[in-house]
């Protein structure tokens, strides 16, 4: 069973965000990897990350594996995060929309850090970086739902199923 994503949720999710996804490996021991991108379905109870099979091959060979996973969402800007949870995650077929959310999340990112003080060079290299030709899909419906943001509400479940 899911849980459905507040408009406001599905709103930041898909902004200017850092986005980790991590698994536990068949060892037990946790792996890593950053996201470029995420779209939330209409109904708001699925949500898709974007990543590079190479540098995700950790993570993917975990969730192949039967791992539950997490993904972090955290805005630079503000430090506002939101972690979601999940049993499983399904690969789906990339299509022309994913390659589209890659683009404009790898834009927005950058644009993101400018603001903060850092150089164009930085995003501009981030979005060279960003360009995986070897893009993967990752679906998942979230189980739980907890803010993140640094303070005294840190931890604290938004939503369970």
Request: charged residues 20%; aromatic residues 4%; glycine residues 10%.
């Amino acid at each position: 069973m899911s849980v459905q994503l507040t408009a406001g949720q599905a709103a930041f999710l898909q902004g200017p965000v850092s986005i980790n996804v991590a698994a536990s490996g068949r060892d037990g021991w946790p792996c890593v990897c950053r996201a470029q991108g995420c779209m939330v379905a209409r109904d708001r109870r699925t949500v898709t990350v974007l990543l590079s099979a190479r540098r995700g091959r950790e993570v993917l060979d975990a969730l192949e594996g039967g791992s539950s996973l997490a993904a972090v969402f955290s805005r630079p800007a503000t430090h506002a995060t939101l972690q979601l949870k999940a049993g499983h995650a399904t690969r789906v077929a990339l299509n022309a929309t994913h390659r589209d959310c890659d683009a404009r999340y790898a834009r927005a990112f950058a644009d993101e850090l400018v603001t903060l003080g850092y150089g164009a060079e930085l995003g501009q290299g981030l979005m060279a970086m960003m360009a995986a030709r070897d893009l993967v899909a990752l679906r998942f419906a979230p189980e739980i739902i907890f803010d993140q943001t640094p303070g005294p509400a840190a931890g604290r479940v938004l939503a369970a199923a």
